[in-house]
């Protein structure tokens, strides 16, 4: 049992604090179910070996595990823009965890490490690499972004921008997973290699920053989410159905790579 | 109105205080029938339509209609405190026996009208499924298994937030439900998490099966009563951890029935 709460505790101690929520059940799950379409047959006979479930089952293990020690040290969700576009990764939380972990476990690493620890490992990637493409959690900082601080209203009271982002994936859409990825995850092979960047995590935080300021032309201060046009809701989607794609698209290109041969 | 209300209810897996969601039970009969012998397979496509969901919480959606002739406590295993089935309950009000009786009518379909044949394949379904989970047993000796009761838990030591006190109530706290699952999705969860474990699981009879529940289920509440404050931990280990455990058991041994009826 020791020796169980010792492998945790150095796998938690790679890990930052928690910051904020999620993309929300849904848009965690979709996500995990889309990227496991897109696993080679030896990285998904891998996950199913360490994790003994589908990558949808844990896609918001980590939410309802971050409030418990020594899981509150890897729950972070966000990572902090620079004024120019780049990433600071000096505040990197999330991005930083899955920098950290894809790298302590590629080109055949994982085989060193306890299985224990291999599923722990794969648990926090299958939520925070998600994570890290919810457009607010980028973090924008109010000294070069003070535009960027406000509520919105839902049915005329104030309703937090962060909370709305986070659920915009599952957002007036009564879905299951299948049929988001039916819908959404339409792209081709080739259009998919260009989102995943051969595997560049700091172009992947690059182009997050980029499409995250887009949120904020959408949901511009003063948007009652009750009561958006059809052009708004659409608007909404297309943002969070690209990023969802995009994360579902580079957590199947990360897990294949961990577990080629 | 009532139909509208019920096609409501049915679409999105809202049914009276069932035990697991319409579509983790459509999951877990999916998966059986995809166990089942080429023959039993053949035999129950005679009754049950396409959409299984009709099937799998047929008698929630009797009690929803007000059309039920059982009591609720059917969805209940009353054991004594040896863990067998007890002396003073009926099919009407206890599901091990409503079963038994289910499977008599299946097993001699030719003498029941093909409609009555339906109605007892799809309690037995219902049944199977609400037998296994935990949550659902009626245990003498153990008074609060004797009716449902609410579930406090929270997570110790963090901040405010994350130190509120949470509640479930005892018959919904063995589920772990992902907002968007589909059946298929079950169906492959299921079989990847407890797939190896199906000739382990299918062994026994519906008496050892039904003592079996009762026996984890007992061991539960000596820790989980009305008065006790689970940790976060305590709860999510058992609730994402375990639960998948008697989901497998659900799907695995109704497939060993439905063979052993349609032999």
Same mark, same amino acid.
């Given at each position: 049992?020791?020796?169980?709460?010792?492998?945790?505790?150095?796998?938690?101690?790679?890990?930052?604090?928690?910051?904020?929520?999620?993309?929300?059940?849904?848009?965690? $799950?979709?996500?995990?179910?889309?990227?496991?379409?897109?696993?080679?047959?030896?990285?998904?006979?891998?996950?199913?070996?360490?994790?003994?479930?589908?990558?949808?089952?844990?896609?918001?293990?980590?939410?309802?595990?971050?409030?418990?020690?020594?899981?509150?040290?890897?729950?972070?969700?966000?990572?902090?823009?620079?004024?120019?576009?780049?990433?600071?990764?000096?505040?990197?939380?999330?991005?930083?965890?899955?920098?950290?972990?894809?790298?302590?476990?590629?080109?055949?690493?994982?085989?060193?490490?306890?299985?224990?620890?291999?599923?722990?490992?794969?648990?926090?990637?299958?939520?925070?690499?998600?994570?890290?493409?919810?457009?607010?959690?980028?973090?924008?900082?109010?000294?070069?972004?003070?535009?960027?601080?406000?509520?919105?209203?839902?049915?005329?009271?104030?309703? $937090?921008?962060?909370?709305?982002?986070?659920?915009?994936?599952?957002?007036?859409?009564?879905?299951?997973?299948?049929?988001?990825?039916?819908?959404?995850?339409?792209?081709?092979?080739?259009?998919?290699?260009?989102?995943?960047?051969?595997?560049?995590?700091?172009?992947?935080?690059?182009?997050?920053?980029?499409?995250?300021?887009?949120?904020?032309?959408?949901?511009?201060? $003063?948007?009652?989410?009750?009561?958006?046009?059809?052009?708004?809701?659409?608007?909404?989607?297309?943002?969070?159905?690209?990023?969802?794609?995009?994360?579902?698209?580079?957590?199947?290109?990360?897990?294949?790579?961990?577990?080629?041969? | 109105?009532?139909?509208?209300?019920?096609?409501?209810?049915?679409?999105?897996?809202?049914?009276?205080?069932?035990?697991?969601?319409?579509?983790?039970?459509?999951?877990?009969?999916?998966?059986?029938?995809?166990?089942?012998?080429?023959?039993?397979?053949?035999?129950?496509?005679?009754?049950?339509?396409?959409?299984?969901?009709?099937?799998?919480?047929?008698?929630?959606?009797?009690?929803? #209609?007000?059309?039920?002739?059982?009591?609720?406590?059917?969805?209940?295993?009353?054991?004594?405190?040896?863990?067998?089935?007890?002396?003073?309950?009926?099919?009407?009000?206890?599901?091990?026996?409503?079963?038994?009786?289910?499977?008599?009518?299946?097993?001699?379909?030719?003498?029941?009208?093909?409609?009555?044949?339906?109605?007892?394949?799809?309690?037995?379904?219902?049944?199977?499924?609400?037998?296994?989970?935990?949550?659902?047993?009626?245990?003498?000796?153990?008074?609060?298994?004797?009716?449902?009761?609410?579930?406090?838990?929270?997570?110790?030591?963090?901040?405010?937030?994350?130190?509120?006190?949470?509640?479930?109530?005892?018959?919904?706290?063995?589920?772990?439900?992902?907002?968007?699952?589909?059946?298929?999705?079950?169906?492959?969860?299921?079989?990847?998490?407890?797939?190896?474990?199906?000739?382990?699981?299918?062994?026994?009879?519906?008496?050892?099966?039904?003592?079996?529940?009762?026996?984890?289920?007992?061991?539960?509440?000596?820790?989980?009563?009305?008065?006790?404050?689970?940790?976060?931990?305590?709860?999510?280990?058992?609730?994402?951890?375990?639960?998948?455990?008697?989901?497998? #058991?659900?799907?695995?041994?109704?497939?060993?029935?439905?063979?052993?009826?349609?032999?």
């Amino acid at each position: 049992m020791k020796k169980i709460i010792a492998i945790v505790l150095c796998g938690a101690a790679l890990f930052s604090t928690y910051t904020a929520n999620a993309w929300g059940g849904f848009g965690h $799950g979709s996500i995990a179910y889309m990227a496991e379409q897109h696993l080679t047959p030896e990285a998904k006979a891998k996950c199913r070996y360490y994790l003994k479930h589908t990558l949808p089952y844990y896609a918001s293990w980590m939410d309802s595990w971050r409030a418990i020690p020594p899981y509150n040290k890897t729950g972070a969700h966000s990572f902090s823009a620079n004024a120019d576009g780049t990433v600071n990764w000096d505040h990197g939380k999330a991005i930083g965890n899955v920098n950290r972990i894809y790298n302590s476990m590629k080109n055949g690493k994982y085989k060193q490490m306890p299985d224990s620890l291999v599923n722990i490992n794969l648990k926090i990637l299958v939520h925070a690499l998600p994570d890290i493409h919810c457009p607010v959690h980028v973090g924008f900082s109010k000294k070069d972004f003070p535009q960027y601080k406000y509520s919105l209203l839902r049915k005329g009271k104030p309703f $937090g921008y962060h909370t709305f982002w986070d659920g915009s994936p599952g957002f007036k859409r009564r879905w299951n997973y299948a049929r988001y990825a039916k819908e959404v995850d339409v792209i081709s092979p080739k259009q998919a290699k260009k989102i995943v960047k051969k595997g560049n995590i700091n172009a992947w935080g690059e182009d997050i920053i980029r499409q995250a300021h887009r949120c904020y032309d959408i949901t511009l201060k $003063g948007t009652d989410v009750a009561y958006m046009t059809n052009e708004q809701k659409e608007a909404v989607w297309k943002l969070a159905d690209e990023m969802a794609l995009k994360a579902a698209h580079r957590l199947a290109y990360v897990l294949n790579d961990i577990f080629k041969e | 109105m009532k139909k509208l209300l019920f096609i409501v209810m049915l679409a999105f897996g809202i049914s009276t205080a069932s035990a697991w969601n319409v579509t983790l039970d459509e999951g877990i009969l999916k998966l059986a029938v995809k166990n089942l012998s080429i023959q039993a397979q053949d035999e129950l496509f005679q009754y049950l339509g396409d959409n299984y969901r009709d099937d799998v919480h047929y008698l929630y959606a009797l009690e929803a #209609r007000k059309k039920a002739k059982h009591s609720k406590e059917i969805h209940y295993l009353h054991l004594d405190s040896e863990f067998r089935p007890l002396a003073t309950t009926t099919a009407n009000d206890d599901a091990l026996k409503a079963i038994e009786a289910a499977a008599d009518i299946v097993r001699h379909r030719t003498q029941h009208p093909k409609g009555k044949v339906l109605e007892a394949l799809r309690t037995i379904i219902n049944l199977m499924c609400d037998m296994h989970n935990p949550g659902h047993v009626r245990i003498e000796g153990i008074p609060h298994s004797q009716q449902d009761f609410t579930v406090t838990f929270r997570a110790a030591d963090m901040g405010k937030k994350m130190s509120e006190t949470k509640h479930a109530k005892w018959s919904r706290f063995w589920s772990f439900a992902p907002n968007g699952f589909t059946s298929d999705l079950w169906v492959e969860d299921i079989e990847a998490c407890n797939g190896h474990r199906r000739a382990e699981f299918s062994k026994g009879t519906l008496n050892d099966w039904a003592a079996e529940v009762g026996k984890f289920a007992a061991k539960n509440l000596e820790e989980i009563t009305p008065e006790a404050v689970l940790t976060l931990q305590h709860r999510n280990t058992l609730t994402q951890e375990v639960t998948c455990d008697w989901v497998a #058991r659900a799907s695995f041994r109704l497939t060993v029935l439905l063979n052993e009826l349609f032999k």
